[in-house]
């Protein structure tokens, strides 16, 4: 069954989008990730242009997201504070990533711009994730205990402009916590991605907040970044398809909700590993196509007309 | 619906052609099975069906021979802008270097005969009428060198047929009886909108002595037309209205699967 996205402008099959929907939001029930980093690059290998791809995403993920904080809100594991202070250096980097977007739109240099973030972050992320998981898993069975207490970062702790975080149970200075709530709304805009998958390591590597409340609380300021990012996309890019956002989180909730039991199930580590190397596979696909001879040395597209 | 329009538009045409003296020569008359085409929900692409009467049976020639009739359709769809980027390799990515616009490129472009082109008249008329689309004029906005241009230009229409909205079909056109002629056109999924021209083109031994002319209008309709027409119109009003649905869907999908 066929159905025409009024936006992107092509016909695509409704069970491939709900499909391709149920899978991410399996994979992102069971990892807890959103899944932006998996669907953007899924929907562009569909055949959905890359900018319509992001703005889309974006707003696909404000679903997923409430449904999942609202968990986190009933079990207290959301640090309100902390996500305010996120969400501010957030969206104003979702300005500044929708600035930069729209810049190199007008190069016609956008596609290679989400091409290189997804491979740079996805590659970053995939190999270090991989790197930790697989020693955690060593040194399990070596019988090794891992490092116990929580690692002090020094930097949050010296800058200025110092604020308490009780649930995050933290000291610190909220330059740090702007700073990575500026890089990932920059990473939202230009990538359709909630960011999940930087913030969540950034908040327990760089500011050492409490583990129990990092989830809750990233996907707390995941929901504003997001609904900035779509409303900016909407208005500077008319690139949101309401249509196909709708058909993937319909696919998205089911499969998140598979996803999490399945995910209860497997081991730590060994999920860390597992999405560690789907991470690089979607990393070296993209990175693939960059360096690959194209079938057709010219790029054509259509100007929209307004 | 078409099936009546083609069978009423037959004999219209077929009751005009028998009213006229056989000395005057009779017009070349055509008409769609339809005129306009919806972009709906479940719009996947679409056949129209051009159909007509070349006028004169096969004529005699003055050798005595009888003459070759030939039909060529053109359909032209609206005009846009374009840019092409020709890559380069840059320290082993392939990125797109300086752009190069048309603003005149038909956004389809479809050419129907009833046998190869070459063989219906020649070359030389062909590129005076611009019929086929490598005889499109394709104007740049910037000024490129003609052997830079050629290639663009080839690069331009291979993309197009790639996408499926340029083609050349050269057994397209059927005459199912002697003076009556029929040809299938296809809208792929993907086709712009705004209005296409349909041109009918009837050629004896080579000559052209009739064309018709119409159009077809494409466009979104119902709620397809709505949102498109809210996404641009109304973007943040759309922007907004997108999140809250958002919310509401992500709300209603926790309470869903809270029992369970």
Same mark, same amino acid.
């Given at each position: 069954?066929?159905?025409?996205?009024?936006?992107?402008?092509?016909?695509?099959?409704? @069970?491939?989008?709900?499909?391709?929907?149920?899978?991410?939001?399996?994979?992102?029930?069971?990892?807890?990730?959103?899944?932006?980093?998996?669907?953007?690059?899924?929907?562009?290998?569909?055949?959905?242009?890359?900018?319509?791809?992001?703005?889309?995403?974006?707003?696909?993920?404000?679903?997923?997201?409430?449904?999942?904080?609202?968990?986190?809100?009933?079990?207290?594991?959301?640090?309100?504070?902390?996500?305010?202070?996120?969400?501010?250096?957030?969206?104003?980097?979702? @300005?500044?990533?929708?600035?930069? @977007?729209?810049?190199?739109?007008?190069?016609?240099?956008?596609? *290679?711009?989400?091409?290189?973030?997804?491979?740079?972050?996805?590659?970053?992320?995939?190999?270090?994730?991989?790197?930790?998981?697989?020693?955690?898993?060593?040194?399990?069975?070596?019988?090794?205990?891992?490092?116990?207490?929580?690692?002090?970062?020094?930097?949050?702790?010296?800058?200025?402009?110092?604020?308490?975080?009780?649930?995050?149970?933290?000291?610190?200075?909220?330059?740090?916590? *702007?700073?990575?709530?500026?890089?990932?709304?920059?990473?939202?805009?230009?990538?359709?991605?909630?960011?999940?998958?930087?913030?969540?390591?950034?908040?327990?590597?760089?500011?050492?907040?409490?583990?129990?409340?990092?989830?809750?609380?990233? *996907?707390?300021?995941?929901?504003?970044?997001?609904?900035?990012?779509?409303?900016?996309?909407?208005?500077?890019?008319?690139?949101?398809?309401?249509?196909?956002?709708?058909?993937?989180?319909?696919?998205?909730?089911?499969?998140?909700?598979?996803?999490?039991?399945?995910?209860?199930?497997?081991?730590?580590?060994?999920?860390?590993?597992?999405?560690?190397?789907?991470? &690089?596979?979607?990393?070296?696909?993209?990175?693939?196509?960059?360096?690959?001879?194209?079938?057709? &040395?010219?790029?054509?597209?259509?100007?929209?007309?307004? | 619906?078409?099936?009546?329009?083609?069978?009423?538009?037959?004999?219209?045409?077929?009751?005009?052609?028998?009213?006229?003296?056989?000395?005057?020569?009779?017009?070349?008359?055509?008409?769609?099975?339809?005129?306009?085409?919806?972009?709906?929900?479940?719009?996947?692409?679409?056949?129209?069906?051009?159909?007509?009467?070349?006028?004169?049976?096969?004529?005699?020639?003055?050798?005595?021979?009888?003459?070759?009739?030939?039909?060529?359709?053109?359909?032209?769809?609206?005009?846009?802008?374009?840019?092409?980027?020709?890559?380069?390799?840059?320290?082993?990515?392939?990125?797109?270097?300086?752009?190069?616009?048309?603003?005149?490129?038909?956004?389809?472009?479809?050419?129907?005969?009833?046998?190869?082109?070459?063989?219906?008249?020649?070359?030389?008329?062909?590129?005076?009428?611009?019929?086929?689309?490598?005889?499109?004029?394709?104007?740049?906005?910037?000024?490129?060198?003609?052997?830079?241009?050629?290639?663009?230009?080839?690069?331009?229409?291979?993309?197009?047929?790639?996408?499926?909205?340029?083609?050349?079909?050269?057994?397209?056109?059927?005459?199912?009886?002697?003076?009556?002629?029929?040809?299938?056109?296809?809208?792929?999924?993907?086709?712009?909108?705004?209005?296409?021209?349909?041109?009918?083109?009837?050629?004896?031994?080579?000559?052209?002595?009739?064309?018709?002319?119409?159009?077809?209008?494409?466009?979104?309709?119902?709620?397809?037309?709505?949102?498109?027409?809210?996404?641009?119109?109304?973007?943040?009003?759309?922007?907004?209205?997108?999140?809250?649905?958002?919310?509401?869907?992500?709300?209603?999908?926790?309470?869903?699967?809270?029992?369970?």
């Amino acid at each position: 069954m066929q159905i025409y996205l009024p936006i992107a402008e092509l016909s695509i099959n409704v @069970f491939l989008i709900l499909g391709l929907g149920a899978g991410v939001g399996f994979l992102s029930g069971m990892f807890g990730v959103g899944g932006g980093f998996l669907m953007t690059p899924l929907l562009i290998f569909s055949g959905v242009p890359p900018a319509v791809a992001v703005g889309t995403e974006a707003n696909q993920i404000v679903a997923s997201s409430v449904s999942g904080v609202l968990a986190h809100w009933k079990r207290g594991t959301v640090d309100l504070k902390m996500g305010f202070m996120l969400l501010i250096g957030g969206v104003l980097g979702s @300005f500044f990533g929708m600035f930069v @977007f729209q810049f190199l739109r007008t190069l016609g240099q956008v596609d *290679l711009l989400i091409s290189l973030s997804y491979v740079v972050f996805l590659g970053v992320v995939g190999t270090l994730m991989l790197w930790e998981s697989v020693r955690a898993i060593l040194r399990k069975k070596k019988g090794i205990e891992p490092p116990r207490g929580r690692r002090h970062n020094d930097l949050a702790h010296r800058l200025p402009l110092k604020m308490r975080f009780r649930k995050s149970k933290l000291y610190i200075s909220v330059i740090p916590i *702007l700073t990575i709530g500026f890089l990932v709304g920059t990473l939202a805009a230009i990538m359709g991605v909630g960011g999940g998958f930087i913030m969540v390591p950034a908040m327990i590597y760089v500011l050492g907040m409490a583990t129990s409340v990092v989830i809750g609380t990233s *996907l707390f300021q995941i929901i504003f970044v997001t609904a900035s990012v779509t409303i900016l996309h909407a208005t500077n890019t008319q690139t949101v398809d309401i249509i196909l956002a709708l058909l993937l989180l319909v696919g998205g909730v089911i499969g998140a909700q598979f996803g999490a039991r399945m995910g209860v199930k497997l081991r730590g580590e060994q999920l860390r590993a597992l999405l560690a190397l789907m991470v &690089l596979t979607v990393c070296l696909k993209l990175g693939f196509d960059l360096v690959v001879t194209p079938d057709s &040395l010219y790029t054509v597209s259509t100007l929209v007309q307004h | 619906m078409s099936r009546l329009r083609y069978i009423l538009g037959v004999v219209a045409a077929t009751v005009m052609a028998a009213g006229i003296t056989a000395d005057a020569r009779e017009p070349l008359a055509t008409d769609l099975s339809e005129h306009e085409i919806a972009i709906t929900a479940d719009f996947n692409g679409m056949d129209l069906l051009l159909f007509g009467s070349t006028g004169d049976p096969g004529l005699i020639g003055a050798d005595g021979q009888k003459s070759n009739i030939d039909v060529i359709v053109v359909v032209h769809g609206p005009e846009v802008p374009m840019k092409i980027w020709r890559k380069e390799r840059v320290a082993g990515i392939w990125i797109n270097s300086q752009p190069v616009q048309f603003d005149n490129v038909p956004g389809y472009y479809a050419v129907a005969a009833n046998r190869p082109l070459a063989e219906i008249t020649t070359q030389d008329y062909l590129r005076r009428k611009n019929i086929g689309a490598e005889n499109l004029v394709l104007i740049s906005v910037e000024d490129v060198p003609v052997a830079e241009k050629i290639e663009l230009r080839k690069a331009i229409l291979s993309n197009r047929r790639d996408t499926g909205l340029y083609s050349l079909d050269e057994k397209a056109v059927t005459f199912p009886d002697g003076r009556l002629f029929r040809s299938a056109i296809h809208f792929p999924a993907n086709v712009p909108e705004g209005d296409y021209r349909v041109i009918v083109r009837l050629f004896i031994d080579g000559v052209q002595i009739d064309r018709s002319y119409t159009v077809v209008n494409v466009g979104k309709k119902g709620l397809e037309r709505q949102i498109y027409a809210m996404a641009q119109n109304h973007a943040l009003l759309y922007g907004i209205g997108a999140v809250l649905i958002a919310m509401f869907a992500g709300w209603l999908a926790s309470v869903a699967f809270r029992q369970n």
